[in-house]
């Protein structure tokens, strides 16, 4: 019986964990260590340099005080509900109409597509540029006469956020197109043909059997989209720098503005505690359902 | 030997500026290689500080003197100057002393102030007034009075850019101006928050209503934009510091004819001793650590100061060079300058998260027409209360 | 119009994709009541002939009648056509209660009428403990029935399979093939019925279409696609084990005969399919089960002297292997009989029940 | 037999007295409500989406006098190219003006070998995941999914420790690192997916033939994972060719890439805007991302439906 | 270790996926050169049986000996074992000869060594002209002879098969089953076949392990499983169309007897399992084939009327389906028998080539 023992565990597919230690530091290391880290120092007084000065809740207790941060998470929920709502409707319709066999369908695809190969940076620009009051669509239309038009949406605290949610919806919407086009190819031909004999309307057979047949597809769409809100942070400052005001900031603006501008980690870490926290309160349970259980087929 | 110099001049005066700064350098036999950042300090400092502290260090870099960089030096990454200074004799011929002082810490010198920036000035297009047919004002009350007459011309009375820091920078300014010196100081320097709760402060919030008011169709972000209002007659006026001076000149303009320029306002003629400085990480290159002591000596050469101030539109932090080629705006600076008006500003009197709640405070009182006066006084005091 | 007891009547039907034709001028006549069965190997068109029928595809040419009534350019709903499907295309997260009522509940019959046909679908099928659960709980065989429940719910006239069994395994498959049966003597509506499973083709249809490459090659009842093929093909892809095929020479002398190697097999006995019957190239097909063996052999109108190469048992019969004028030739024998590898044998068949095809053309002489 | 069932279709044929009504394909409209419904609907969008870029060329194409003028939309009246110039090889920032060029190369070096190590890491991890699952696996893989909600500002201070500690700060090499860890997360959810839908019996297979995780990894997953491959790199490229935070923050000047070029390029008023030249500037930098989008867009989409929405 | 001639050696496997107990203290012996089929219906851990066997699945417990070496934790490589797919498994982007060969490379085999075992096997599985062509350009016959020839060449001793004929159609399927039993004979290697097929089962096996549940329940030659199963569920699984089951009462007077309703079956002459068999509720099974029928029914021990109810025509015979004491009840004829619904039958059989099984056990009597 040479060898009846069970060899040990730890060199079994050793190849495989020794290949995946580049992911084994990046998690650990990057991910939860730089989020402890985060963590750590959002209890001290840190100004420019991170020290270990803990002063307790306070930072969390000034955030919570601070009118800017009360706008920026308000900002993110509108931003986030938007973005989530159109891309998905729009996306999902836009793949719905490409799904027709339409003629054309690879340029109109592109078209829709190319948006996203742009950054957030060229395209706060162009539509910065685009809903300038005296040069974009406000001047244009002003100057053809309707000089009472008014359409100027970065410029106006009270729909501001709106107004960047249109340059984040064209940017985004492509690729969400993308994955809804790739989800209904999936869909096995014969469920059509079953609601076609069925005599259910196109619409119908839609929303009440292939969206919910969709839901792998959506969940991979919901985690880019919201991840992508999350972080939202280019788009903002390209267009308006968080004006009018501070009527367009966002979180990730707030981190980033309190870590270097105001020298005061401490406060930014706060900060991006908070926006950590509540993305691990939607996500971390989630992902362990999705990802974590057993290798589905 | 190459020297890398990051800063955040980027726009048209400002990167004439520089080249002064770098010729000048070249001239000893160095390189400076430039690394601007564009986007102001905001975009650029943590850039610069992230460098630093990642140790991966420029050869000099770009502050605004005052506390911005206190904690590097604290964290022995800066460079001390001490042995550059005294042979340089810098205490002598740096004015006023405060400047130096603000690159002092534990008595050494950590930094070369290059120039001496004051905010406390309005800009004013002649054009402009012309169109409305009212006299260029002399101070803040007359202009305010003829800012009816400015908008009825289809003028914006008054352009204040979309960043944060300028409608903060003009509150400040209107402190100094309406408040006086007293005011500005019990509030930034002894941080007395009852004070800054009561009438004196009110009467300030009062004149930044009436900013308010009168800035409402701005329209633009960037503060040369804003200028550029006042320069093509577009707006009346602005309230911005000198170095919206390079931008009148880049753009061909003469001072008193083309446009007027009130310091403090036109009521409170003091200047702010605020302004830029050059700190120099320690690196472990010598050859390098030679070049920075050119580079630091370069940087207060009388030569330098004339040629790089007069492209800034910025003051000389020497008193002994010639400046006949200043033109009016600046002569009048150096004049109080010379009387000695001088105020800190609040870079050295504030912290940079003090700093950041006051812009905030100010962009959105700026840009927020219903917030009331009471509400943003008190958080105003707030801010002072809780300042450091 | 249709003649009186036509169901479905296809004239001329040809479908095009693009470039290929998948069905040349194809006619098909179904009588009321009638379970029609179309075979054949994969890619043939069978899936594409049915859709054309539901009017899922659109034809190239030709028309189509339901009931007599011109359907060529209806919608899939309104030709009274009922289909399941290979996949049952169950929606998937609806119960079955709701996926027998959808396509009801859109046409906007009232609920009462709904809930009565329901009731009436699922008692024929006996689907009643399940009306609650999904398709994903659900075995594959209540899948197929509730599939059946839908086409079933809407009272159409002609029911469309297509594969409806064939992701199942052995078992299940035989089990519901009675039950389709059943259901088909029961309900006594027209059924066209797609398979490439002979069993199944077999012991459901009335009449058989088997189809190759987009042409029905034969349309008859079983039994005489069974023992009279058409052609060659249609012999050979009915029948498992398959029909064994020997080549050789037709000699047509004073009687016919089929000659391989140095056997010569007498054909008087066969039936030639009309005169023109040349000498000439020839394939000789007989099935397994006609060849009989040992004493058997003996009697019949010829016989020959052969080794089992192999055998397998295949619980109720063995099937064996053996060599005939050089090429493998199989039979098959009782379970009980015990034969082993290299015994020597002889077997022996009626050339009335053979077959014979013309080699370049492969048809039936 | 054959001749038999084909009369009897020939002459029911002929019998049947409907023989005329409704035959061959149903009529179909080119313009029938659908369609233009349809074609109308997309047409729309696509003018939508276009305008932009319309308004970006259009603009790029002018000279500053007209853009003064007004009307955004309007084409060119004079066609100028001096601003594509400008925005290539003269725009200034600070004291260098020799435009985007520089960064053009600089974003080369940093995208490709950032492109490709990432890629590399993910594809191994993904196969891992897929194929080797070792006790823990998921964990890391979850903590690495919910990384990616995090925003890059928090990790910038960190990762500047963690690159000061072992020395690569301010290295192209650091930068790569940079965007490999930031690429992580949601590549190596794609090639996981992906390797999971290939068929297990393929990985069994080489088991038994004795090739090991690197020799399957190599030689049987590799050459079979074209589409995945195609959609990371489109990511990836795009994605690292727009980074804007990374190149300015772990990079030095000499080495900025094209982005932080825009950036100074569009910041740096000199006087009035130059929109023209931003315009332009705009286009040059996304060109390389668009290029590879309009390349290889249909296989963006077939890798997609291979591995993104398996989920 | 293993007793002489013992190939492949389980002992005591168990095997867990996390909570599920997929295979419960499994013991196999198998002897060296014999084919041995696992069967079973879906899940039952077939496949797990054998990629624990080939060293693909880490088991919880138990040893697995492949000629007497314990090879329990040794890598699938290392275990002199060869694996056949049920999806071939060929790697999509190598040829043919790639393919053979790649297993050998990376072993680091010489080149010449190399062609000369891949000349070898696909001179045995006839593949020659295909060894420049991919995959993809092949049919699924001729795949599965690749798929079979990447374990040939690796010099194996021990074959294992997952359904290796699954994919393929009816046709196909019997023709390849053919072959690889004469493979089988060529080779004389030891093989293990996975299948939920009884009909590749019955023709394969020297030894048919039918699984249910991760349990082996029956391990005995195919003719054995058949007529004699040891329970139920053996009984049920194997035969197609299935075995006829009577629910019912044993009566142990004098001599044994079956009743159901008001029929009563004589068991004199049935075998009893062992000496317990006691009155009380049982199961009474007959397969279709032993069922006799007409004049042919009178001879037997035990006959009775009843009336056709279905007829299933399969060609080479025909089903028939009646009714036994109220329950479902089939038998076989000849294809030639015309019977058509209702008519009156008269049925018989010998009580000694059925199988009884206890109701609640389900074990033989
Ligand atoms: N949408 C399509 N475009 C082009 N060719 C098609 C299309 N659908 C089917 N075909 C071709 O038409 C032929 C007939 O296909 P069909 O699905 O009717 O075969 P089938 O007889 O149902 O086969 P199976 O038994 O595999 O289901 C095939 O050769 C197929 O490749
Ligand atoms: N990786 C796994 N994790 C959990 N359960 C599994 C896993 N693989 C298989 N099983 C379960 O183990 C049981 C046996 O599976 P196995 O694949 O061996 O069945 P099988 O007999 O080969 O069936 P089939 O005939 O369908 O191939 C099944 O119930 C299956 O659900
Ligand atoms: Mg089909
Ligand atoms: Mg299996």
């Known amino acids: 019986m040479s060898k009846s023992e069970r060899p040990s565990q730890l060199f079994r597919n050793l190849n495989a964990k020794v290949a995946s230690i580049p992911m084994i530091l990046t998690a650990m290391v990057v991910f939860v260590g730089g989020t402890a880290w985060t963590v750590l120092y959002s209890f001290t007084n840190s100004k420019l340099l991170p020290r270990l000065n803990f002063v307790g809740l306070d930072q969390y207790y000034r955030l919570w005080a601070t009118p800017r941060w009360l706008i920026s998470i308000e900002n993110l ?11 998905l409707v729009i996306g999902f319709l836009l793949a719905a109409l490409l799904d027709q066999k339409i003629r054309f369908e690879d340029t109109f695809r592109t078209i829709f597509l190319y948006p996203f190969a742009l950054s957030f940076i060229v395209t706060g620009l162009v539509w910065q540029w685009l809903l300038n009051p005296d040069f974009g669509v406000q001047g244009v239309v002003r100057s053809l006469g309707w000089t009472s038009f008014d359409f100027n949406p970065l410029y106006n605290s009270s729909i501001v956020i709106y107004g960047i949610s249109i340059a984040a919806l064209w940017q985004g919407t492509g690729l969400i197109m993308c994955l809804m086009l790739a989800g209904l190819r999936g869909i096995d031909e014969d469920i059509w043909k079953a609601a076609r004999v069925d005599g259910i309307p196109m619409w119908k057979t839609y929303l009440f059997i292939i969206i919910p047949m969709m839901r792998p597809v959506f969940i991979t769409t919901l985690v880019i989209i919201a991840s992508g809100i999350v972080k939202v942070y280019d788009l903002v400052v390209a267009q308006t720098s968080g004006g009018p005001g501070i009527a367009s900031e966002v979180p990730a603006k707030y981190v980033y503005d309190y870590m270097f501008f105001a020298q005061n980690l401490g406060q930014g870490f706060a900060a991006s505690t908070m926006m950590l926290l509540s993305v691990m309160i939607v996500i971390v349970p989630w992902a362990y359902l999705e990802f974590g259980g057993r290798k589905r087929v | 030997t190459d020297l890398e110099v990051t800063h955040w001049w980027t726009s048209g005066g400002e990167a004439a500026a520089v080249a002064e700064l770098a010729k000048a350098f070249d001239a000893t036999g160095n390189h400076w290689v430039d690394g601007a950042i564009a986007g102001s300090g905001g975009t650029a400092r943590p850039i610069m500080i992230s460098r630093i502290t990642g140790g991966d260090p420029m050869g000099a870099t770009q502050f605004n003197h005052g506390r911005q960089a206190e904690e590097l030096v604290q964290a022995g990454l ?41 905010w406390q000035w309005l800009w004013l297009s002649n054009a402009a007034f012309e169109k409305a047919g009212v006299p260029v004002p002399k101070n803040w009350n007359e202009y305010v009075a003829a800012a009816p007459a400015l908008e009825k011309a289809g003028i914006v009375p008054l352009a204040v850019g979309g960043q944060a820091w300028q409608a903060s920078g003009a509150f400040d300014v209107l402190l100094a101006a309406v408040g006086g010196t007293d005011t500005f100081l019990k509030v930034y320097k002894d941080k007395d928050a009852k004070f800054a709760a009561g009438p004196e402060v009110a009467k300030v919030f009062k004149a930044a209503d009436d900013a308010r008011k009168m800035a409402k169709n701005t329209n633009v972000q960037d503060w040369n934009q804003a200028t550029n209002m006042v320069i093509t007659g577009k707006a009346g006026g602005q309230i911005m510091g000198d170095w919206a001076q390079g931008e009148f000149q880049v753009a061909g303009k003469t001072a008193g004819k083309d446009y007027t320029c009130l310091p403090g306002l036109g009521l409170n003629e003091v200047i702010a001793t605020g302004g830029d400085a050059f700190y120099f990480p320690l690196l472990k290159d010598a050859d390098k650590a030679k070049a920075q002591e050119v580079l630091a000596e370069t940087l207060l050469d009388p030569k330098t100061q004339v040629a790089f101030n007069l492209k800034k539109g910025s003051l000389p932090v020497r008193g002994d060079v010639d400046l006949n080629a200043a033109n009016d705006c600046m002569k009048k600076g150096l004049a109080i300058l010379a009387k000695g008006a001088v105020i800190p500003w ?15 405070l100010f962009s959105e009182f700026f840009a927020k027409p219903d917030m009331s006066l009471e509400e943003a006084q008190k958080r105003f005091a707030d801010i002072i209360a809780s300042a450091d | 119009m249709a003649a009186n007891g036509t169901s479905v009547s296809i004239q001329d039907l040809s479908l095009n994709f693009g470039a290929v034709s998948v069905l040349q001028t194809l006619n098909l006549d179904v009588a009321e009541g009638e379970f029609i069965v179309l075979l054949g190997p994969s890619g043939c068109g069978k899936s594409t002939l049915l859709n054309c029928i539901a009017g899922l595809l659109d034809i190239s040419e030709g028309r189509i009648f339901i009931k007599g009534k011109n359907v060529t350019w209806e919608e899939p709903k309104d030709r009274g056509i009922g289909m399941v499907f290979q996949s049952y295309a169950l929606y998937p997260q609806m119960t079955v209660e709701k996926n027998l009522s959808f396509g009801l509940r859109v046409a906007g019959i009232a609920k009462d009428e709904i809930a009565k046909r329901i009731a009436r679908a699922a008692e024929i099928l006996q689907i009643e403990p399940l009306l609650q659960r999904k398709p994903a709980a659900l075995s594959g065989g209540q899948r197929q029935r509730v599939a059946i429940g839908r086409a079933l719910v809407r009272d159409v006239d002609v029911f469309l399979f297509d594969e409806p069994l064939s992701n199942l395994d052995a078992k299940l498959r035989s089990e519901l093939r009675v039950e389709i049966k059943l259901l088909h003597r029961k309900l006594q509506n027209t059924m066209i019925y797609v398979t490439h499973d002979q069993i199944e083709a077999m012991t459901l249809a009335d009449r058989i279409a088997v189809m190759k490459g987009g042409v029905i090659q034969q349309l008859d009842a079983p039994q005489t696609i069974y023992n009279r093929p058409v052609n060659r093909f249609v012999a050979g892809f009915l029948g498992s084990p398959a029909m064994n095929f020997v080549e050789g020479q037709l000699e047509t002398g004073t009687t016919a005969v089929f000659k391989t190697g140095d056997l010569a097999i007498p ?16 394939v000789f097909g007989i099935r397994p089960e006609h060849v009989a063996f040992g004493e058997a052999a003996n009697s019949m109108p010829f016989a020959t002297d052969a080794a089992v190469e192999i055998v397998e048992p295949m619980g109720s019969d063995t099937l064996v292997w053996t060599k005939l004028g050089g090429r493998i030739f199989s039979f098959r024998v009782e379970a009980e009989k015990t034969l082993r590898n290299g015994d020597p044998i002889r077997i022996g068949f009626d050339p009335a029940r053979a077959s014979l095809f013309d080699t370049p053309s492969g048809n039936r002489m | 037999m054959s001749d038999h069932a084909v009369s009897l279709s020939a002459t029911s044929s002929n019998l049947r007295a409907g023989a005329s009504g409704p035959s061959g394909p149903k009529p179909r409209h080119m313009f029938s409500r659908r369609n233009i419904f349809l074609y109308g609907t997309l047409i729309v969008v696509a003018l939508y989406y276009l305008l932009p870029l319309y308004v970006m060329v259009v603009t790029s194409l002018k000279g500053m006098p007209e853009i003064r003028l007004g009307n955004i939309f309007s084409p060119p009246l004079e066609i100028t190219f001096e601003p594509w110039v400008k925005a290539w090889s003269q725009a200034c920032t600070g004291l260098n003006c020799d435009g985007l060029s520089r960064g053009f190369w600089n974003s080369v070096r940093i995208t490709v070998p950032s492109v490709i190590l990432s890629i590399a890491i993910a594809s191994v991890n993904g196969y891992a995941l897929a194929n080797w699952r070792f006790k823990g696996a998921d964990t890391f893989f979850v903590i690495l999914i919910v990384g990616a909600f995090i925003p890059y500002q928090v990790m ?45 019996e393929l990985f069994r297979a080489a088991r038994v033939d004795g090739a090991g995780f690197w020799g399957i990894y190599l030689r049987i997953m590799l050459p079979m994972s074209l589409p995945i491959f195609v959609v990371a790199v489109i990511l990836q490229v795009t994605g690292i060719w727009n980074d804007f935070l990374f190149g300015v923050v772990y990079t030095r000047p000499d080495t900025y890439p094209m982005t932080v070029q825009l950036n100074n390029i569009v910041n740096s008023v000199q006087g009035v805007k130059e929109y023209n030249v931003n315009m332009a500037a705009t286009i040059l930098t996304g060109l390389v991302p668009l290029i590879v989008y309009f390349i290889s867009g249909k296989l963006f989409v077939r890798g997609i439906a291979a591995g993104a929405v398996k989920g």
């Open chain 4, 156 to 200: 910038i201070y960190p990762i500047v420790i963690i690159l000061r500690e072992i020395g690569l700060y301010g290295s192209l090499t650091g930068l790569v690192i940079v965007h490999s860890i930031f690429g992580m997360p949601i590549l190596t959810l794609l090639f996981r997916n992906y390797f999971t839908s290939m068929p297990e």
């Open chain 2, 346 to 360: 609040t870079d050295q009197l504030l912290s940079q998260d003090s700093q950041k709640q006051k812009e905030d």
């Open chain 3, 267 to 282: 054909l008087e006995r066969y039936g030639f399919d009309g005169a023109g019957n040349k000498s000439g190239p020839c």
């Open chain 1, 77 to 87: 929920l509108i931003y986030g509900v938007i973005s989530l709502v159109f891309s």
């Open chain 2, 78 to 118: 800066m460079r001390d100057l001490t042995d550059v200074a005294t042979k340089g004799k810098w205490t002598e011929v740096v004015r006023p002393k405060s400047l130096l002082d603000s690159c002092t810490i534990d008595g050494k010198i950590y930094c070369v102030p290059v120039n001496i920036h004051s």
